[in-house]
């Protein structure tokens, strides 16, 4: 059974910081999807990655994944109060269905 | 271009009634996946449509059941409904069913059972 961690589960950071939200996840897969939430909302597509060494960049949020670890990393830089959210990665199965796995979410909130 | 939709918004429900959702999905998009999200447990797969075909379901009872029309909208009926039903449902629609699509979600549907 695929299952995708993520860390931290809360993570409290100052305006103008960097930092990282980590997503591991158990089986093969190269395809792995970072979302947002907002409180009471549904989820907004961030980034769709879906090859070894992918590396994608919106503003000031950077996604990249390594299959060979299965790791995908979500990179803020330089955080502003707009970006306190909930965050989840999400693995596809890999099995040729759009089923996505949920990783537990990482409760950004960005101090002023 | 329109978004996934869902209705009803909110809903209220008593222990053993039953319920249906409905979610239609973006235009063009085949594909529909249902899931259900709770604080304890996150976000879980429910079950996927793709062709008015059921092709996966995840580990929920029977009394969690769905269907797709051939115009692609879907709908999740939930019977005999407990406590721990009380979750956000959200639908979510992509063109294919293949994998590697983004899936785009709607505003999902807040059921609370009493």
């Known amino acids: 059974e695929l299952k995708v961690e993520q860390n931290p589960l809360f993570l409290s950071m100052q305006e103008g910081k960097n930092y990282t939200i980590y997503c591991n996840y158990s089986?093969?897969?190269?395809?792995l999807y970072w979302y947002r939430q907002d409180p009471g909302k549904s989820l907004e597509s961030l980034f769709v990655?879906?090859?070894?060494?992918a590396v994608k960049q919106e503003g000031r949020l950077m996604a990249s994944l390594d299959t060979k670890a299965r790791l995908s990393t979500l990179h803020i830089t330089a955080a502003v109060h707009d970006l306190s959210a909930t965050y989840f990665c999400a693995v596809d199965s890999n099995f040729g269905n759009e089923k996505l796995t949920f990783g537990t979410g990482t409760r950004l909130t960005i101090i002023p | 271009k329109a978004g996934v939709t869902q209705t009803p918004r909110y809903l209220i429900k008593t222990r053993g009634q039953q319920v249906t959702l409905s979610c239609s999905p973006i235009?063009?998009?085949?594909?529909v996946s249902w899931y259900q999200q709770t604080p304890g447990q996150g976000l879980q797969f429910l079950f996927e449509y793709f062709s008015e075909t059921q092709r996966n379901k995840g580990n929920f009872p029977g009394r969690f059941s769905g269907r797709q029309f051939s115009n692609s909208r879907s709908e999740m009926n939930v019977s005999t409904l407990e406590l721990g039903d009380s979750a956000l449902y959200l639908c979510?629609?992509?063109?294919?069913?293949?994998?590697?699509?983004?899936?785009?979600f709607g505003p999902g549907t807040r059921l609370t059972v009493l």
């Open positions: 235009s063009g998009h085949r594909s």
């Open positions: 990655l879906l090859s070894n060494g």
């Open positions: 089986t093969t897969s190269d395809r």
């Open positions: 979510a629609s992509s063109r294919s069913a293949s994998g590697g699509d983004t899936q785009y």
